[in-house]
């Protein structure tokens, strides 16, 4: 899917696949549409979007910002990632709404 499907601001346009760090991806040029009248589109970013993970791992903006994700390992975790902290409780349920103050 596309990275632009719930944002009309963008349009995105699908470049191939390509493999970065040893995982497929699809790459996206990215371009934000104008405000100005004549409503052109401006080049936004570059982004490589993991096949299976369905995320971004490698974006580029024109302003210069680069974001990598490295080294993933898709795999089982452990349930104690999921314990909550000491001194904190789990809530069942949130209240009703007539019940929180205002």
Known sequence: ESPCRKDPQFVC???GVQTIGGRETRLWDISLRSSAQGGG???YARMWVDV???IAIRES???G???NLENLKQGV???SLFDLPEGFQKISDTPPADEVKK
Do not use: A
């Open 41 to 43: 589109v401006e080049p």
């Open 65 to 67: 910002l680069e974001v």
């Open 13 to 15: 346009r699908e470049m």
């Open 52 to 54: 299976g993970l369905k």
């Open 61 to 63: 903006y024109v302003d």
């Open 77 to 79: 975790q452990p349930q």
